[in-house]
């Protein structure tokens, strides 16, 4: 049954693209030290008591289901890998639902999504990256991109943006933008961006200059 309801789940949020209006992420990153607690939460908007889900997307990889909460009165029910973990929690009360990871560790690192199912109707959240920090991650990188669809007309003008969140020197990473317009592969490289500071200190840059 988990496994089934996984694939819905991701069936759905990949064909269909339902990030829900109703719910509510509001974190779009967190960071944590090795070894601290992190609490990731939603919040959706309905008067009916729906089932919440917990989802995993670690960096480059498949979505994996962590938790169910059927309702706010039931214990969240973990599946597959998670089903024996000692460091996570979740609760869900009517409006809202955490998850909490505890003694943060590397492969904690990853985009949490939180998603309602009510009368077969599902929705996500814009999701939560967690980017744990340590000795170890000095060079990891993520890269944020908030998915906006709006129509366009010809000749219209329109910005998009990324975040770079990153641990190493300020300046030596490099940021590239690609464009592949339809039936083209792959994209080809429309502008790229990087700089080598000598300072080294823990950054987070916006790089908008696309347009």
């Given at each position: 049954m988990p496994l089934l309801y996984c694939a819905i789940l991701v069936f759905f949020s990949k064909v269909y693209g339902l990030l829900g209006k109703n719910v509510v992420q509001s974190d779009a990153l967190v960071t944590a030290q090795l070894g601290e607690n992190v609490t990731l939460s939603c919040i959706y908007y309905l008067d009916e008591i729906p089932a919440v889900s917990w989802i995993k997307q670690p960096f480059g990889q498949k979505p994996q289901l962590v938790a169910i909460i059927m309702s706010p009165t039931s214990d969240a029910m973990f599946v597959n890998q998670f089903k024996n973990s000692k460091r996570l929690s979740a609760k869900g009360t009517k409006g809202t639902s955490t998850l909490t990871v505890s003694q943060?560790?590397?492969?904690?690192?990853?985009?949490?999504?939180?998603?309602?199912?009510?009368?077969?109707?599902?929705?996500?959240?814009?999701?939560?990256?967690?980017?744990?920090?340590?000795?170890?991650?000095?060079?990891?990188?993520?890269?944020?991109?908030?998915?906006?669809?709006?129509?366009?007309?010809?000749?219209?003008?329109?910005?998009?943006?990324?975040?770079?969140?990153?641990?190493?020197?300020?300046?030596?990473?490099?940021?590239?933008?690609?464009r592949q317009g339809s039936g083209e592969s792959p994209p080809g490289i429309i502008y790229t961006h990087g700089t080598r500071g000598d300072e080294c200190q823990r950054s987070s840059g916006a790089v908008s200059p696309t347009q």
């Open positions: 943060v560790e590397l492969s904690d690192s990853a985009t949490y999504y939180c998603a309602i199912t009510l009368f077969n109707e599902i929705s996500f959240g814009n999701g939560t990256t967690l980017m744990a920090m340590g000795s170890e991650s000095h060079s990891r990188a993520v890269v944020l991109q908030q998915l906006e669809s709006e129509s366009m007309q010809p000749g219209d003008t329109v910005t998009l943006q990324c975040t770079v969140h990153t641990e190493t020197c300020a300046g030596e990473h490099s940021v590239y933008w690609f």
